[in-house]
């Protein structure tokens, strides 16, 4: 029990650290998240982080003996069903703060950091009322579900990830939409935004997160996603932002390449080029036109053919990104994995879409960012903790004091070659070479003087 409860007190204290360390309650503040009275918004905000780490949901945690006074259902609920709560705001600027202040200087500027953009199923099997609940089609199962779609962009430079914005998406199909939306909010809340948002076409809405995420500044030049956004038009809209794009394609009759000036689908543009011979990796690469920007400029892309492991098949790789090599883009591309662990994470572990039975749609948006900054916290501590460069003074002490020694060593080098050469000169006795060293060493600046840790007489 008492392993327990200390365990919760380091987990609050990790909490709170991390709260106050990047200013979350200014954040939330200038992201119009507020409380109008009762409990204090960073006790209220620090509590509901903290939820998942306890192994309760939410009623059992509030009827604990030791839940922070004030704090009751209904003072959570307010709080998560708020209309007026710009959450998508609050999430960039904190996943944008951490990036700049935290994770960029860990990373080299060589290093390509990248944006990520995937969606994942947020089930809601069992709700019959809750706001916009729609049918939604599980790719990896080929089910139907009863949810919302969890849009999310992400930034990665290959060790860490950070979310930055989600979008949680009900259906641009009235007809899959099982569940109204509310006619009493008001227009101008971002609730309001939120909604309409939630019924718009998934690509329109990617294209606008991809903006934000530029004027946001987090310094990536490739945008990763996987075969179900590959449109030419996305990609064009996407190029048009100044953002390059690396995608996995898949064989649609509809979708077609202009190579050459002939229009070919993608297998036919494969059968098309010349492969490699032997068991290369890449099969082949080719630059193919994907239509013409609003300028009415062409724009090029490169399409690289990859040998599937384990099978004779063959997959597809497109970036607009024409100068980087075929190994690149596969390497870049592999990166798109971060995401689907975030999602497993997030699900698994950080009790998405499982810790709140609210009908509100606002409910829904509030705690998917909630479980975004928490995945945040661990990042950030995984990486501190395993990147040497975080050990802060530690490691440049370290560092300096393997500097000191390569110089001192160097100098005791230069003083004994000194010696062996005065040791040939005839008249010259043990103890005069002794004292012209130690006058030697008199005479050298006092910074000098201080590294060296040889000053009692040298043997022979």
Not at 96 to 102: F, L, N, P, Y
Not at 175 to 193: F, S, V
Not at 359 to 372: G, I, M, N, W
Not at 373 to 402: K, Q, S, W
Request: aromatic fraction near 8%; proline fraction near 3%.
């Amino acid at each position: 029990m008492g392993q327990i409860v200390a365990g919760i007190a380091a987990v609050e204290n990790r909490i709170s650290s991390f709260f106050h360390n990047h200013n979350l309650g200014l954040l939330l503040r200038q992201s119009n998240i507020r409380k109008e009275k009762g409990v204090c918004l960073d006790t209220l905000f620090q509590f509901l982080l903290s939820l998942a780490f306890t192994g309760k949901n939410l009623f059992r945690l509030l009827e604990a003996s030791d839940t922070p006074v004030g704090i009751g259902k209904d003072t959570a609920y307010r709080f998560l069903n708020s209309a007026t709560a710009n959450w998508r705001r609050f999430l960039l600027l904190l996943g944008t703060r951490v990036i700049v202040q935290k994770l960029l200087p860990l990373t080299a500027e060589a290093t390509k950091k990248v944006l990520i953009v995937d969606d994942t199923l947020y089930r809601r099997d069992r709700s019959k009322r809750v706001e916009l609940l729609a049918r939604i089609h599980d790719h990896n199962t080929g089910r139907y579900h009863r949810g919302f779609r969890m849009l999310t962009l992400g930034w990665s430079d290959g060790t860490s990830f950070v979310p930055l914005l989600v979008s949680m998406l009900s259906s641009a199909k009235a007809e899959n939409r099982l569940a109204p939306m509310r006619d009493d909010i008001d227009k101008r809340t971002n609730g309001y935004r939120r909604r309409k948002e939630s019924i718009r076409k998934a690509p329109d809405v990617l294209v606008e997160m991809v903006s934000l995420a530029i004027a946001a500044g987090t310094t990536a030049r490739h945008l990763l996603f996987d075969s179900w956004f590959a449109f030419p038009a996305t990609i064009r809209r996407i190029h048009a932002l100044g953002m390059h794009t690396i995608c996995m394609l898949k064989d649609t009759p509809t979708i077609t390449y202009e190579l050459q000036g002939w229009p070919l689908t993608l297998k036919q543009l494969y059968k098309s080029v010349r492969k490699r011979c032997g068991r290369a990796k890449v099969l082949a690469e080719v630059l193919v036109t994907i239509g013409n920007d609003e300028q009415g400029k062409p724009v090029t892309a490169k399409i690289v053919f990859v040998r599937d492991r384990g099978s004779k098949k063959w997959l597809a790789l497109l970036s607009t990104d024409t100068t980087l090599a075929a190994k690149e883009i596969i390497e870049l591309y592999g990166r798109r994995w971060d995401i689907e662990v975030f999602f497993k994470m997030a699900k698994s572990f950080l009790n998405l879409a499982k810790e709140f039975q609210g009908r509100s749609f606002d409910a829904l948006v509030a705690h998917a960012t909630l479980v975004c900054c928490r995945y945040i916290m661990l990042e950030l501590t995984r990486r501190t903790n395993t990147d040497p460069r975080t050990l802060g003074t530690l490691f440049h002490a370290v560092c300096d004091e393997m500097r000191q020694i390569g110089f001192t060593e160097a100098l005791a080098l230069l003083l004994k070659m000194l010696e062996e050469a005065l040791q040939g000169v005839v008249g010259f006795s043990k103890e005069q070479i002794q004292r012209l060293i130690e006058r030697f060493i008199e005479t050298l600046p006092r910074a000098f003087r201080e590294r060296l840790v040889f000053l009692a007489p040298m043997p022979a």
